[in-house]
């Protein structure tokens, strides 16, 4: 299974180090300046960190599929044995892949952010403390920091790959979720609005962090009223909160806090 595992590490370096040096050190970079979203480029301190984590989510990824190869190859699992062994549920996954996959995201991301309900134990808190924190570390993000996770939160996470197992789909499915779930939150940390890759609301919750759990693809924040449309809007999502929300709610150092310096 070591070929799965430098495919996937080839992939994710590949991706996100083309990416960032795309935007921050080619000679196309200084063009895509007047549309970075915080306006500070973050510190190589950062990159170096959400590299370095970045790569340990991908081994994680990898550990998931090579499990599911293994359960496929000894008839542990059923599958179809093409996309067309099932054609109309093989297009239904791969049409609309990203919007099934979102409420997972959703439900994972909420359930590692202080739940804030009066009245139970906030086991949020707890699993941002120790687990999802690390992930906001990168308060000024690039591509490496998407999947910038604690091995705890990097396993939730792709296990979105779980999601197709029950309807039998042909493998290639599971291994798309696990590619989408990378790619996505690669490019969706970009930190630059154009060339059009950057989420802005995402952006918001990496530095107010009670709000836009979800991304704008499946509305579950504005169904859950947890949906902020710019960073003076978090405050109304918690108005009826006692609770400190927001930056002043953060328990958690980020680098912005521990070092301001551009980086060269």
Excluded at 70 to 98: C, E, Q, R
Excluded at 114 to 120: A, D, L, S
Aim: aromatic share 16%.
């Amino acid at each position: 299974m070591w070929p799965i595992l430098l495919r996937n590490l080839i992939g994710t370096w590949l991706i996100c180090g083309f990416w960032d040096w795309i935007l921050y050190y080619s000679p196309l970079a200084a063009s895509f300046k007047p549309y970075k979203i915080i306006e500070d480029y973050p510190t190589f301190r950062q990159m170096k960190h959400d590299a370095f984590w970045t790569t340990s989510a991908t081994c994680t990824a990898t550990m998931i599929e090579v499990i599911l190869c293994h359960f496929w190859a000894v008839g542990a699992l059923n599958y179809d044995s093409s996309l067309m062994a099932s054609p109309v549920k093989s297009l239904i996954w791969a049409l609309f892949l990203t919007h099934i996959r979102e409420p997972h995201f959703y439900s994972v991301h909420r359930f590692m952010h202080p739940w804030r309900v009066e009245g139970i134990p906030d086991v949020g808190k707890f699993f941002y403390k120790h687990f999802h924190s690390l992930h906001h570390k990168s308060y000024n993000t690039t591509a490496f920091s998407g999947t910038s996770m604690h091995p705890v939160e990097s396993t939730c996470y792709y296990s979105a790959a779980l999601l197709a197992i029950p309807f039998g789909c042909n493998p290639v499915i599971p291994v798309a979720l696990l590619i989408d779930c990378g790619i996505a939150a690669w490019l969706g940390h970009s930190g630059f609005v154009f060339p059009g890759t950057g989420d802005f609301y995402h952006n918001i919750h990496h530095t107010n962090f009670d709000a836009n759990y979800g991304t704008p693809n499946v509305p579950l924040d504005w169904l859950f009223g947890t949906f902020a449309k710019n960073e003076d809007s978090v405050a109304d999502v918690w108005e009826k909160s006692s609770q400190v929300t927001g930056k002043a709610g953060n328990e958690t150092a980020v680098h912005a806090a521990d070092d301001k310096s551009k980086s060269d």
